[in-house]
């Protein structure tokens, strides 16, 4: 096998990642189901917040053991906006243990509905949360967006359109943030050419224009929230280059940004604690 033929078959495997084995049988099946998780934190699993077409749409929340209203971090996990589950890769959890309710919130992929499916799922998640804060012991005024890959691609797409004051900081863990480079850097691998055509769900023309106007680095503006982002500059799937173009954009406009690279790291990689302490850090100094 040559090497682009190697490259290929890698990226294809790692783009087919779906959440582990066993990972839905956590899941309480019952609707708003109420739990209990570490440290006396209560677990809500499989919210409806939304039934697109008919399709309910659900997202788990976690409530810290502190007194409420508590901030509120959205998450959205990644999957090449082709896999995965809100469980899938769940790397902002224990963002509890630091006082912070956490909700993940599932979106239509790509075979469900293509662009812009997946920003208006995760919009309507958002609007929902906020709208049923009291009920939950949130505070709406105190929100925060984070998300893996595809999934960090959306919640930057979500704070350009949000912006401040709606969206108090935003942390991205290895984003496609330049569709259109992305997708240059994969040209003549077929079934990733074909993952951008499906995503928007169009013609190949029509699909790299709006590639473009998908892409963060395009959309952002003056008003976006403070931005983290974390990225490994050994990531062959997103390159470090992606948050690069993010971080310099923002800085440019005058936004907030801080971008940590870290050395030896590929793609999907997990945060440490002290990483994990880093992001709770950045959104505290927001409250």
Not at 143 to 155: C, I, K, M, Q
Request: with cysteine.
């Amino acid at each position: 096998m040559n090497r682009p033929a190697r490259i290929l078959a890698a990226l294809a495997a790692a783009l087919s990642l779906t959440a582990p084995a066993g990972c839905r049988s956590l899941v309480i099946q019952s609707r708003d189901a109420l739990g209990l998780g570490p440290s006396g934190e209560s677990v809500h699993r499989d919210v409806v917040f939304a039934r697109p077409g008919g399709r309910e749409l659900t997202l788990d929340l976690y409530l810290p053991a502190t007194p409420r209203p508590a901030p509120l971090v959205v998450w959205f996990h990644g999957g090449a906006w082709r896999y995965g589950t809100k469980e899938f890769n769940f790397h902002l959890r224990d963002l509890t243990r630091h006082g912070f309710a956490v909700a993940t919130v599932e979106y239509r992929r790509i075979q469900q509905a293509p662009w812009p499916g997946a920003v208006q799922d995760a919009e309507a998640g958002l609007s929902w949360l906020r709208l049923n804060a009291g009920r939950y012991g949130l505070d709406p005024s105190r929100v925060f967006l984070t998300g893996e890959s595809a999934g960090g691609h959306l919640a930057a797409v979500l704070a350009s359109r949000r912006g401040r004051p709606d969206i108090r900081a935003v942390c991205l863990l290895y984003a496609p943030t330049d569709l259109t480079a992305l997708w240059k850097k994969y040209e003549g691998f077929g079934p990733t050419n074909r993952l951008f055509v499906d995503f928007f769900g169009r013609d190949e023309a029509t699909a790299r224009n709006l590639a473009r106007q998908a892409s963060p680095v395009a959309l952002v503006r003056r008003n976006m929230p403070p931005t983290l982002m974390f990225h490994g500059d050994n990531d062959w799937i997103v390159p470090v280059a992606q948050s690069r173009a993010l971080h310099e954009r923002l800085r440019a406009l005058g936004v907030e940004s801080k971008l940590v690279v870290l050395e030896g790291q590929n793609h999907a990689f997990p945060l440490t604690a002290a990483q994990l302490a880093e992001v709770a850090s950045f959104f505290k100094s927001r409250l």
